[in-house]
């Protein structure tokens, strides 16, 4: 027989939550506007979304800032048409700490390899913790989204670590998928919202390319 992937499991999942009388509260790792675009229109009718900003990886803290403004822009905008009350969950930005610790002992891994990899469960974990704390009943992250990253290797990431966060469930995604791809860049283009070049650390300004 043949295994469920995880868009399947997705469309049987949203189908299922569709049914409940109250919406589930949903913690949504951004990274940035566009990025976010798809799985906000997407999910929003579903469950009761709030985002959450943590992304320490992105160099220089002038493009943090701008990713950040921008996702604001682009979530009051969203409010403002749906009639909905999204909000965004700030952690401290400290790409040097992140850097030192983490990204530079991967620093000649090629975009999208080990380095990448731990990047991705790094703030996969934070978004469980702080959905494990704070009561929310699903998780995820919009980083599925992206043409560069891998939607089955984040999965399988998110995947193990949830295990380690029984209370919460996480919602595997495949955010490129349905009109995930063309919605944001139909947003980016016809709102003029910012789409960055590059993924975020120094590592990746050597690999220009629309995320
Ligand atoms: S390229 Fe992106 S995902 Fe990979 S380590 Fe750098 S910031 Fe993280």
Redesign the pocket.
Known sequence: MNKKTDHQWEIEKLKELKQLKNKPSLLMHSCCAVCNSWPLEYLYSVFDITLYYNNS??YPQSEYDHRLGELHKYVDLFNENHKTNITIIEEPYDYETYHKTY?VKRSEDR?GAQ??GM??ALRITEALKYASVHKFDYVTTVMTISRQKSADKINGIARKLATGYPEVHYFYSNFKKEKGIDFSVNVSKGLGIYRQEY???E??TDNLHEE
């Open positions: 990886n992105i990204l975009e380095r990448c990047c991705y993924c975020g650390c590592y990746s």
